[in-house]
């Protein structure tokens, strides 16, 4: 099989079902980083991206690529699935403003917490669980933009 800590190959852009898009269900510290006790660099930058966003603030899995110059969504949501149990995981989100699926919970206390902006589902929606109102919480990288400015992070999709 692998070596302790060696992940299975992957062939590019391929990932398991539960490493799209954030943590594993109970993956609070991540997997463990390499031998030497590193992260991969692009792991590290992923990672550095989720702990400059500010509280009340997302961007989604494209926009840390994107800030990044490197990857795509779906390596960013392998990172933050492999490591992000100890950053700020909930602050890096899917594109339309669902919550992880099996998350929701624990994701909507921290939005709740930090004043992420949220717009409520009616009660024909599936459980009743908000979305994160994307146009007026999503950050754009900017340290100046940390605030609610509707106007002050990206354009939506």
Known sequence: MYAEGELPPYAEGELPSDAEGGLPPDAEGGLPPDAEGELPPYAEAVLDVADRIPPGRVMTYGDVAEWLGEGGPRQ?????????GSAPWWRVVRADGTLLPGHELRALGHYRDEGTPLRERGPAAEGHVPRIDMRRARWDGDPDGGDHDPDGGLAPE
């Not at 960013?76 to 992000?84: F, N």
């Open 76 to 84: 960013v949501g392998r990172v933050m699935s492999l490591y992000g």
